[in-house]
């Protein structure tokens, strides 16, 4: 199943074109998480969508709606730094995901499909992660990699946009529209293997990452294990799973778009509105503004 939100807070099943609204079979208070994360919160899980009668649902068009991020605001979104070694040489980095861990993300820089990713600064690279997003189905603590795979809903495309500066990496990653989800949430028996889906993203029609997951120094159970290692998993929240090589910078105007083989395409503008010089960030008054 491919699980989307749409048309404000509306929750979905898209089949071919179309997307069956089932909101109105189920009783939810979305809150600001949104449908699906209310969904999960509620105990709900995949096999209670599967077995959802849908035939007399209303269906629309899944051209004439608008998609939205599956969790606007999930309860966190943990980041794998370094963890494909091309990534790794291309950032000349000395070490991988086995010595950094894992990093978080504000849930606050989740965006949807079609928002515009809003550069901070004018005089700072800002670049695009394209990534395999783990979406959890069910609470894990301190499971084994066996285990680990039970507790997955499902997977979808996430953009860890992240500024190079001195900033701290969870500040960097963490501005407005910084992790851009979608379109849909496609869940782990639709899926099958994970750790082989093709992953590209180009910008401006120009392919920039081409990868296979197949390529992750952490697998997806090895991640997910580790991650609950740390801390508790919860039906909801997002693993990013590191990005390959060809990050590089974007530009007001640029047009960004990740696919990643089964789980559809996620196309957002880019835009420098509001972008202001480095030297300019808030900081206290008196305080040097170091360059970064
Ligand atoms: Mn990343």
């Not at 979104?77 to 091309?86: K, M, R, S, T, W």
């Not at 395999?132 to 809903?153: K, P, R």
């Not at 994970?194 to 952490?218: F, K, P, W």
């Not at 801390?231 to 909801?236: Q, R, T």
Request: aromatic share 4%; glycine share 10%; charged share 25%.
């Amino acid at each position: 199943m491919k699980i989307a939100v749409f048309d404000g807070d509306r929750l979905g099943l898209v089949e071919g074109e179309e997307v069956v609204d089932i909101t109105g079979t189920l009783d939810l208070r979305p809150g600001r998480g949104g449908p699906l994360l209310a969904f999960l919160d509620a105990g709900g899980t995949s096999a209670d969508l599967a077995a959802l009668d849908t035939t007399a649902l209303p269906r629309r068009p899944l051209a004439g709606v608008r998609l939205e991020a599956p969790l606007r605001r999930p309860g966190k979104v943990v980041g794998a730094p370094v963890n494909y070694v091309d990534h790794q040489l291309e950032m000349d980095e000395q070490r991988t995901i086995a010595e950094y861990g894992v990093f978080l993300k504000a849930p606050s820089s989740v965006s949807g499909p079609g928002e515009a990713v809003r550069l901070p600064y004018t005089d700072r690279r800002t670049d695009h992660e394209g990534e395999l997003g783990i979406v959890i189905g069910s609470f894990a603590a301190d499971v084994g990699v066996a285990e680990a795979l039970d507790h997955v809903l499902g997977y979808v495309p996430v953009l860890d946009i992240t500024v190079r500066s001195t900033e701290d990496r969870s500040t960097r990653k963490s501005f407005r529209t910084f992790t851009p989800l979608g379109p849909w949430v496609t869940t782990a028996e639709e899926v099958g293997d994970a750790d082989a889906l093709e992953l590209r993203c180009s910008v401006n029609g120009t392919l920039r990452q081409h990868a296979s997951t197949a390529d992750l120094i952490y697998s997806v159970a090895e991640l997910v294990s580790y991650a609950s290692h740390v801390m508790d998993l919860e039906p909801g929240d997002v693993i990013a799973t590191g990005t390959p090589a060809g990050v590089g910078p974007l530009a007001d105007g640029d047009e960004l778009t990740l696919e990643i083989e089964r789980l559809g395409r996620l196309t957002v503008p880019v835009t420098a509105a509001g972008a202001v010089p480095y030297a300019r960030r808030p900081v206290p008054a008196g305080l040097t503004r170091t360059e970064g």
